[in-house]
């Protein structure tokens, strides 16, 4: 599997978490949880693809997942407040 193949997986596994955490009081635990449970998810694939397809850790991989990461809760939080918030 290919970094941008990856980093769009990782985008949207994100994109979900990234309404809750919009849906969530700032630094409450349920914000928090919304951040760090993808992450989790996200680690276990990298430890995944590593074993199963002999590809190893590279800093342009991990930026790009950072990137998609960050991209998707942003675009995420977005949309709940200027389309599914104000309805």
């Known amino acids: 599997m290919d970094n941008i193949t990856f980093a769009i997986i990782v985008f949207f596994l994100a994109f979900p978490f ?3 955490r919009a849906k969530s009081k700032f630094k409450s635990r349920d914000w928090m949880l919304a951040i760090h449970i993808p992450v989790v ?16 850790f590279s800093w342009i991989s991990l930026l790009y997942n950072v990137i998609a990461f960050m991209l998707a809760q942003y675009l995420a939080g977005l949309i709940y407040q200027k389309w599914i918030k104000k309805n």
């Open 18 to 20: 990234g309404f809750l």
């Open 41 to 56: 998810f996200i680690i276990l694939m990298r430890i995944y693809n590593k074993m199963h397809f002999h590809i190893g």
